[in-house]
């Protein structure tokens, strides 16, 4: 029992030391956002800022989910399909008389439902995460394709174009949605039980187990995380484009990684917290809008984007020499 | 003497049934992706000039994810394998899919070229929109909405594809030649993704607060930049010529954000192209181009 209290405890202690890791990360984002003011002057502006911060929440709630999963050093390559059958259930219910709330909710499930394959698989057939949602990552984009026959739901109510359009007080409701996400899973991941048993199975699995942590259900709840937030995120996305897109977040699910790694998420686990990840969404948010307003080449864009994903990685590795 | 002619009587009735059995001619479309109303409406007109026909099958190929080049390329290798009668395909890169192509009509199988050009020669025919002259199209109907001055943004499709290409050369050409007041901007590329090309408008407007209009060239950007317009309040000041034909751009010609969309036949390159390549297997001479034309529809034609 002493033990288990001093594992816990050293764990504690190393997720102080991340404040300066968000330190790092959010110098380095208002240094961008200081050069892109200069560079343009539509950039710093209310308005912008806003567009920002819409832009970047879609992102942002996966990348939620994916820190939770990176911690524990797995991956989740699923999401961008499980947005994709989030979007198109709540869709087609909606198109089919189905009310708001439970449209939302069947669509939510299907997230759920989605994650929980992913851990069940992953803890029960001792399978590695990355082959696991690879597979469902396929399986899932399928299955939105057979649903619609790959064609787009469209059609929907002017009522659920609120979540993606709408405004409270001038903040946009997805931005409202992004911080409440980002509020309720940090607190989870850095004031919970399930939070420090979530870094232990990260830093040291077996270590973990034998302090009496149960350590499957720690990991099936962490791919249920990530596939309910890619479920709201999906949805976000849907009433954004105001229609179910079988096609919708392909690709997304690098984009989660990078703003969980630019955010000090370690790929070797047990490392990262959630408002890190938050400014590393920010980050390449930022980066696209400030480029796109600087008028930079879309071509050039990318490799931008590149290069800063290698340099965060890589100030991280200097600092912890 | 009877016996025999009642014998090739019944084993010429025989071969009949079994030549009529097994005579379907297998062709094989494959296209760009199978999500797109645009090849939707490619299958549905194959589909139907091979009902005409009554012995000629369709198999409906199509990358599952978005485009995808190497993916076609399986495709087509698939069809040789399989040996099938004809293959129509529309190639998402026109460098990439050329030597499969050309192995292709190495092993006799005739190939229909639909949609976007390919770098070889050899296949049947090539049925498109003119896209160059699509996108020419497009500029002076842009022109005419913003009086023939202002500043213009561009999203494409995705960078590399023959008819992304096309149809934006074709508009900025006919900008730079004919209309000195109009300045394209900006040019990104959304790959078709809606929810990208929404944020690039969007960062467009921003950067450009007097922008005068944009140019879409497909289904997925339009109908992004016109979500982009809608939630700027900026529907109908801004102008918006898109692309393609769909319940989302018809959505957008109705509110006012898309003023006008270049829309293409493609039910007709799908129809047209399994003729063709019927044609070719029985020896007519078939047109190495076919335009299926292109149709500028404002929301006045929607009524």
């Known amino acids: ?321 | 003497m009877k016996k025999t002619s009642k014998l090739l009587l019944l084993s010429s009735l025989f071969l009949g049934l079994a030549t009529g059995a097994f005579a379907q001619k297998k062709f094989v479309l494959i296209t760009m992706d199978s999500m797109d109303e645009h090849w939707l409406s490619v299958k549905k007109g194959a589909e139907t000039k091979a009902k005409e026909l009554g012995d000629v099958e369709i198999l409906f190929r199509a990358p599952a994810g978005k485009v995808d080049p190497n993916e076609q390329t399986r495709m087509v290798e698939d069809a040789i394998n399989q040996k099938v009668d004809a293959i129509l395909l529309a190639p998402s890169d026109k460098s990439a899919l050329a030597p499969v192509v050309e192995r292709a009509i190495d092993e006799k199988i005739p190939v229909v070229i639909i949609d976007s050009p390919i770098d070889t020669e050899g296949y049947v025919t090539f049925l498109s929109t003119d896209n160059y002259a699509a996108g020419a199209l497009a500029a002076d109907t842009l022109a005419k909405l913003v009086d023939e001055k202002g500043k213009i943004g561009i999203i494409n499709a995705q960078p590399g594809a023959g008819t992304a290409i096309a149809r934006s050369s074709g508009f900025e050409d006919r900008v730079k030649e004919k209309y000195p007041n109009m300045k394209v901007v900006a040019v990104q590329y959304s790959n078709g993704d809606k929810a990208v090309a929404l944020n690039q408008a969007t960062d467009i407007m921003t950067a450009n607060p007097d922008l005068a209009g944009f140019y879409g060239s497909n289904e997925g950007s339009t109908v992004g930049i016109s979500r982009a317009l809608e939630e700027a309040g900026k529907g109908g000041t801004v102008k918006l010529v898109g692309f393609d034909f769909s319940k989302d751009t018809i959505t957008g010609l109705k509110n006012g954000t898309i003023q006008a969309s270049m829309v293409q036949n493609p039910e007709m390159m799908g129809y047209e192209g399994v003729g063709s390549a019927y044609d070719s297997i029985q020896g007519k001479k078939v047109s190495k181009h076919i335009d299926t034309g292109v149709k500028v529809v404002t929301a006045g034609d929607l009524k």
Not at chain 1, 30 to 49: D, E, G, H, K
Not at chain 1, 96 to 114: E, K, R, T, W, Y
Not at chain 1, 173 to 199: A, P, Q
Not at chain 1, 211 to 231: D, E, H, P, R, W
């Open chain 1, 1 to 321: 029992m002493s033990s288990n209290i001093g594992v816990l405890k050293d764990i504690r202690k190393k997720v102080g030391e991340e404040n300066f890791q968000i330190l790092s990360v959010l110098s380095g984002l208002v240094a961008m956002m200081i050069f892109f003011s200069m560079a343009s002057p539509y950039f710093f502006t209310m308005n912008n800022m806003m567009t920002v911060a819409l832009q970047t929440s879609i992102i942002a709630i996966i990348a939620i989910g994916q820190t939770f999963v990176l911690i524990t050093t797995g991956i989740d390559l699923s999401i961008g399909s499980n947005m994709a059958i989030a979007g198109i259930v709540t869709s087609l219910c909606l198109v089919n008389g189905v009310p708001m709330i439970i449209a939302i909710l069947l669509g939510l499930l299907s997230g759920i439902i989605a994650g929980l394959i992913n851990g069940l698989l992953i803890v029960l057939g001792d399978l590695p995460p990355f082959v696991v949602t690879l597979g469902t990552m396929s399986i899932v984009r399928g299955l939105a394709l057979v649903i619609t026959k790959g064609i787009p739901v469209s059609g929907l109510p002017k009522a659920f174009r609120y979540i993606g359009n709408g405004k409270v007080f001038d903040i946009p409701f997805s931005v409202i949605i992004m911080f409440l996400l980002t509020g309720i899973f940090g607190f989870i991941l850095s004031k919970t039980k399930l939070g420090t048993h979530i870094y232990a199975c990260g830093s040291n699995i077996e270590a973990a187990r034998l302090s009496g942590i149960n350590t499957k259900k720690t990991l099936i709840q962490v791919y249920v995380f990530s596939g309910f937030l890619a479920a709201c995120s999906g949805i976000v996305l849907a009433s954004r484009i105001a229609s179910g897109q079988p096609s919708a977040g392909i690709g997304y699910e690098l984009f989660a990684v990078a703003s969980a790694v630019i955010g000090g998420t370690s790929l070797a686990g047990g490392e990262g917290i959630i408002t890190g990840t938050l400014i590393g969404a920010l980050v390449i948010g930022v980066l696209r809008n400030g480029l796109n307003l600087m008028g930079v080449s879309a071509f050039l864009q990318e490799i931008l984007i590149g290069v800063v994903i290698i340099l965060a990685v890589f100030a991280d590795r200097i600092k912890r020499r």
